[in-house]
Every structure is written in C-alpha cells, then in structure tokens.
C-alpha cells in the first residue's frame, strides 16, 4: 500500500543532538546512600536510610544502564572517607572504587562530584565553610581520595552549587549551620571560591606534571545552579536593573572570581523568575495574564530558559547541563518537561553553544534537604518501606530520546497536540519497554 507522505515524513523527523552527546541522570550520595551518620546533616534532619543506595548501587548503576543512559553524575560523601580529622577510612575508599568501577564496566561516562551540601561533623564543628582552613581541609581530602580513583573518573565536579549552599544557609536558613550573618555568608562563599581554584590548580598539577601526568587529564568544572530572570514589563528600567544584578550575581560572580579555573561548565537548571517593579513576583504570571504551570515544589516550568541561560553563558569551553528536573507525582508532566525542555536544549545548540551533555536530576526519588521524601523528581520511583524501584514511563520517554540521540517527532508531536498525547506515548513506551525486556540485566 502507498504511504502517506507526510505521515511518512512525520515518523522520519527526528531532531538530532550531537554525535557522542552525554545523556545520564544525577544524585549525590548524602540524598541517596542512606546511613551517612558522620554527616552534618544528621542532627539537622537525618536522610536515615534514604534509598539504600550504598547497598544498592549495583541494582540503581544497572538499571540505568538498562534506560540507555551512557553517562552518570553522582558524588562521594566526605564524611564516609574522613569521618574524624586527618583519619582516612580506606574501606570507604575501596566502596567507592568499586561503585565507580562498576560504572565504567558498564561503559558510562563518569562525572565525579566532589563536594555536594555535606560536610563531616567535625568540619562543621570548627565552623564549616567560614572558616578559613575548610578549603585546605577539603583540599586534603581531594588529595587524598584523588589518586585512588581517578581511573574510573572522566570529569570532575569540585563543587556543587555554591551560591545555593550560601543562599538556603544564610538567607532562607532552613540547612544546616544556618544563621544571619552578613560576614559569614561573605566568607563562606570566599572560601568556596577558594577551595575550587585550590583543587582545580591541584587536579591539574597531578595531569599534567604530577604522579597522574601518565594518565589523560579529565576537565574539571562545578555545578552552578543558573536562573533566568525576566522583567515583567519589558521596557522598564528598574525592572531591567534587577534583572542585570541578579544576573550579575547569581549567574555569574562565581565565574567571575574563579576565572580561568574551569574547562567546562556545569549548569543546574530550575528556576525562572520574574520581576515586577523590582519585586520578585509570587506568581508565575506574564504580562498578557497567562498564568504558568508549577511543579510539586511551585517551581515555575519554562523551558524557554534553559535556552536563555545556555546562550547567554556560551563561551568557548563546552557546556554540561549537570542537573535539570522536575518534582511531580504525575509522571505526565515528567514526559513533557523531558520533551518541553531538551527541544530547547537542541535550539540551543542549533544557535550554536557547545552543550556536550544532559543530566536529569534525578535517577531516583531521593530526599530533597529540608523538604525530606515528599518532592518526586525521579526517572525511577523508590518504595522507602521496601526499597524497592519502580521504572517510571517518563524513563522509558528519555530512554527513547537517548536510543535516537534526538527527539523524534512522535515526542515533539506530543507537547503540541494533547489529544494523541496518549495514544503517541502508549504507544512509544510499549515499543520502547518491548527493547528493554530482551536485553538481560
Ligand atoms: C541540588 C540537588 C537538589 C536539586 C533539586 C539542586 O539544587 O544540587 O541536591 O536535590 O537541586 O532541588
């Protein structure tokens, strides 16, 4: 029978990334190992057993491999390896070997974070972050874990989010350590700034002239939790102002003061934020009264954004998107957020800012800081009684685009069409459920 041509030409589109595009998910060990006593962050509100990922990773590690995923973002726990000052735990070493091992035996690309919100109680005992010596102590530790890993690790993370630690200790002050203290959240976003040149000028010193000069030097960069700010009415100029300065700080300042100290960037990707007559606006409202969609945690989705933010950082090193999700209990929305956003990922890219890779937080519902269990942003659903995981279809949604390292057009065809929304996707994720089946564990 003749086809239809422009059926024909439907199911053939494909919006293409990259060849060797990274595609994985994201964790931190604090939200996903369970039992990370030494920590910080278990007198504040303890993530208990969390998703027993330390048990558990080999289970977590396959089943990404089995979605396609060909990259993973995850961290180690310093508290784990130097649990008192100066003492290293080499078993803890050897656990995390055999996590990154396993990793690159399932030939995934590795990005290591070095630093994600935790620190050893005893760290934060002589004043964490504020303190003058934490970066020579965290540079300490890197030193110490570094060469005992470093063959499993193809990039490097030296910290997470910095402006965010600062922002929800001493601003919002729900984390822990947090106060109001002007000076100290001055120091400690010094000191950050500090320890990332430290270990980035000593990861590079090991590649390039040091012990590791043997092996291929892995970039080293940070994950940076960027926004995109709007003005509510385009033409006023207070409302541009605040725009500029927020810009300027959130975006930007970290960069600024570690210029020359990373060879890639990390981007999170979260927030959009609009600003009335210099006032942050409560609701996500534009200015014809469209109001937008919210996640669980009231985060506006607007994956225009993540656009604005990738052409407005592009420089000449090569960009991650180290982290980009949405909470929600309805996976629906996961599907179109995956979709919505990564189309706006390959606009990007079409105009020409080098994003060599995406990582969805998260591989796993884990514990969301101060907010616990509640926000959902996993690709696989944890049952926390039984620690069992459960595949999510929006999973499977992702896993289509990584098989076709594109969006193919049935996807694009599903965020603009709602009535085959359904109808495309049932039908995507039996094809897609059918492949994984055959492939073994
Ligand atoms: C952090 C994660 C967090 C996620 C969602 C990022 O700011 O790196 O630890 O779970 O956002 O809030």
């Known amino acids: 029978m003749p086809q239809d041509p422009l059926k024909e030409r439907h199911e053939h589109g494909i919006l ?10 994201a964790t931190s060990a604090y939200q996903v190992e369970g039992n990370n006593t030494n920590a910080d962050w278990e007198e504040f509100k303890s993530a208990g057993k969390a998703c027993d990922q330390y048990n558990l990773y080999e289970q977590d590690f396959k089943l990404a491999k089995q979605l396609n995923h060909n990259a993973h973002r995850l961290s180690i726990e310093w508290s784990r390896i130097e649990p008192k000052e100066g003492e290293f735990n080499q078993a803890e070493i050897g656990h995390y070997v055999k996590e990154l091992k396993l990793l690159k035996s399932l030939n995934m690309t590795v990005m290591l974070t ?11 005992d002589k004043g964490g972050w504020e303190n003058r010596k934490t970066p020579f102590y965290f540079e300490r530790f890197v030193k110490k874990i570094v060469p005992e890993i470093s063959d499993y690790v193809d990039l490097w993370i030296t910290l997470n989010e910095p402006g965010v630690y600062v922002y929800e200790s001493y601003i919002e002050r729900v984390w822990p350590g947090a106060k109001k203290s002007w000076f100290g959240q001055i120091k400690t976003f010094l000191n950050l700034v500090s320890a ?25 960069g940070i994950a940076n939790n960027i926004l995109s700010f709007e003005s509510f009415h385009k033409h006023s100029l207070r409302e541009q102002i605040a725009v500029w300065a ?3 700080f959130v975006n930007h300042l970290f960069y600024i003061l570690t210029k020359n100290t990373h060879d890639f960037l990390g ?8 600003f009335k007559d210099s006032k942050l606006m409560p609701q996500p409202k534009d200015i014809t009264g469209q109001i937008h969609d919210i996640s669980d945690l009231g985060w506006e989705i607007y994956p225009e954004g993540i656009f604005e933010v990738l052409t407005d950082l592009a420089d000449d090193i090569p960009i991650y998107i180290t982290e980009c999700g949405i909470a929600s209990t309805n996976d629906d929305r996961r599907n179109r957020f995956l979709i919505s956003y ?16 995406f990582f969805y937080w998260s591989l796993i519902d884990n514990f969301e800081w101060h907010l616990g269990f509640d926000p959902k942003f996993g690709l696989i659903e944890v049952d926390y009684e039984t620690e069992k995981r459960h595949i999510k279809p929006s999973a499977l949604v992702y896993t ?5 390292n594109g969006i193919p057009h049935a996807l694009l065809r599903f965020i603009g069409h709602t009535v085959q929304a359904e109808e495309v996707l049932e039908k995507r994720q039996k094809e897609i459920e059918k492949e994984l089946s055959s492939v073994k564990r």
Do not use: C, M
């Open 16 to 25: 293409k990334f990259p060849e060797g595009f990274l595609w994985g998910a």
């Open 267 to 274: 981007i999170n990707y979260y927030f959009h934020v609009r």
């Open 114 to 124: 070095l630093w994600h919100f935790t620190l050893p109680k005893w760290v934060a």
């Open 400 to 404: 289509d685009i990584i098989q076709n």
């Open 196 to 220: 990332h040149k430290r270990v980035y000028k000593y990861l590079h010193s090991q590649f390039s002239a040091g012990p590791l000069r043997s092996k291929a030097s892995k970039p080293v």
């Open 246 to 248: 927020n810009d300027l």
């Open 342 to 357: 990564l189309q706006e990922v390959a606009r990007a890219i079409k105009s020409g800012v080098n994003v060599r890779g």
